[in-house]
């Protein structure tokens, strides 16, 4: 079977306008597709604005971006997917949309078309279900932000085939993404073993074990992380973390150890979201933390 | 205000009680010693490290609080037990600090340490100006089980094997996930090999059953990695080990 020379990205919000850049600048042509025409134009302007930034950086050549720029498409009419090798969809984390997608999708592409869906939270297995060869489909997760973070998890569904798995690697590692592979599991990897770190640090400040502050300093300076578990709150965005640990918790059928914890859910109740409501577990509308 | 170095023993066999010592060693404290009975009488500062058995740890307290000065101020490891359970152990109770110490103990930039109910103000600080004076940041916090970082790494470990027994994916796999995903310094396996699987399991299951949640249950597999002797990178065996075992077995019994 023949590698993917032409990509089609669904969906033009941050995930998909992200995914899209990452393709084009590694030389594919890419067609982005939207129903809402405006937001469509806004992602592509983004995209463009990105690759001049990487020129004035001297991240890339003025040469490569204006080539990335010729291979970006957009569209609203997804019937011109035709002839594209693979289908990345990054539409709303909602079935019924993805749905409708694959149904016409499963229509107007050939069969040789792969299909891929940047899920985070869904089964695998049901989108599958929307096309009639379901063994062409598999979970091709990015991280937040698209172009930066390198790891992609590709997540293999009940009836997903190993051929699908091994383009996918393949295109990932085309792109210069870092591939691993996954069951379709509940939070697959990253959402789910990332879970404890965020949900026991607030069981052992809410027990009063320890401070806010405390914790972030022991986890950096004992185990070498990053950031603290509450400062990266603040940076994700309490309810979006909030929102994965629902999602996880009620995915494992509430499996006590996924059981979201009562502060964070009230931090998002009093709209203290973190940096982007200027004050989450710490506060930054004043001073630069 | 200078602290003098004090006359420091270490009792526990283990990497962490190694690591201390290496440590101390290094920080020329010249009167350390490492499991010495006979050096226990003269200790001012005794380190006691067991984290894994009961009675073993009971047996260490019985033997510092017999062979010991009844005024030495004792540190002791509680990933398993609280401060304050370890502490009735002894004749003297207000004299012990509870603190966590994994494998690598003594590379860590900063040591947690916490009181039971009973330890008494002179003895707290003894215990903080030594760890300073080995060149360790402190962090006090209250006394439960596993304290802070042992604890979360414990749990986020625990996933990760969980992940790895249900074979969600490879464990290089889970590994690369955790490191280029969220930009974990380690994969969660092979800190797991790094800081001990046997005292990751110590830290759950202490939680387990001081606070009674099913949220702290160690993974089947671990159980059995500890059983098995697997604990990682001290005994040259671990998950990845594991993980090979595995896929050899499942070959060679498809040619049976």
């Known amino acids: ?289 | 205000m200078i602290m003098p170095q004090l006359n420091i023993s270490i009792i526990g066999r283990n990497q962490a009680a190694e690591s201390i010592f290496t440590l101390l060693k290094h920080n020329y404290f010249e009167s350390a010693s490492l499991n010495n009975d006979s050096q226990l009488a003269h200790a001012e500062l005794i380190i006691e490290t067991e984290n894994l058995e009961r009675h073993e740890k009971i047996n260490n307290l019985k033997r510092i609080d017999g062979l010991g000065s009844q005024g030495a101020t004792i540190l002791s490891s509680t990933l398993q037990w609280t401060a304050t359970e370890v502490a009735s152990w002894l004749t003297h109770p207000e004299r012990l600090v509870g603190f966590g110490a994994f494998a690598d103990v003594g590379q860590s930039q900063l040591i947690e340490i916490a009181p039971g109910l009973q330890t008494e103000p002179q003895h707290l600080q003894l215990a903080k100006d030594q760890l300073k004076l080995m060149g360790k940041e402190i962090e006090m916090v209250e006394d439960e089980a596993g304290l802070v970082y042992p604890r979360i790494l414990s749990l986020i470990i625990n996933e990760a094997i969980f992940a790895l027994a249900e074979g969600t994916a490879s464990a290089e796999d889970i590994d690369n996930a955790m490191k280029k995903g969220t930009n974990y310094p380690d994969g969660p396996l092979e800190w797991a090999e790094k800081v001990g699987i046997d005292n990751v399991y110590a830290v759950l299951n202490g939680l387990y059953r001081q606070l009674g949640e099913e949220r702290y249950r160690p993974a089947s597999l671990l159980r059995k990695l500890v059983y098995a002797g697997w604990t990682g990178r001290a005994s040259g065996k671990g998950l990845y080990y594991y993980e090979q075992q595995r896929l050899n077995h499942s070959s060679n019994y498809q040619n049976v």
């Open chain 1, 1 to 289: 079977m023949e590698g993917v020379n032409k990509v089609a990205v669904i969906g033009s919000g941050t995930m998909g306008a992200g995914i899209a850049q990452v393709a084009i600048q590694n030389g594919y042509s890419s067609i982005l597709y939207d129903i809402d025409q405006q937001q469509l134009a806004k992602a592509k302007a983004q995209v463009f604005k990105r690759l001049e930034r990487l020129v004035e950086k001297g991240r890339i050549l003025d040469e490569e971006s204006i080539q990335a720029k010729e291979k970006l498409m957009v569209t609203t009419d997804l019937k011109s997917l035709e002839k594209v090798d693979l289908v990345i969809e990054a539409a709303p984390e909602k079935l019924d949309i993805k749905k409708s997608i694959f149904h016409q999708l499963n229509d107007i592409c050939s069969p040789e078309t792969l299909f891929a869906t940047n899920t985070s939270s869904l089964s695998i297995t049901e989108i599958a279900g929307y096309i009639q060869d379901p063994s062409r489909l598999a979970g091709f997760h990015f991280f937040n932000p698209a172009p930066l973070m390198p790891l992609v998890e590709i997540v293999q569904g009940i009836s997903t085939n190993q051929d699908t798995i091994n383009r996918l690697k393949d295109f990932a590692e085309k792109i210069h993404k870092y591939p691993v592979v996954c069951q379709d599991t509940p939070g697959f990897i990253v959402n789910r073993v990332a879970r404890p770190f965020y949900n026991e640090a607030l069981r052992i400040m809410n027990d009063q074990v320890a401070s806010v502050e405390q914790i972030d300093r022991i986890m950096k300076k004992a185990g070498g992380f990053k950031m603290g578990p509450f400062e990266l709150q603040d940076l994700i965005g309490i309810d979006i973390n909030l929102a994965t640990t629902r999602t996880v918790y009620s995915s494992f059928y509430g499996e006590n150890r996924f059981r979201p914890h009562y502060y964070q859910e009230r931090m998002v109740q009093a709209g203290r979201l973190g940096r982007k409501t200027e004050g989450g577990f710490y506060d930054y509308a004043s001073a630069e933390h």
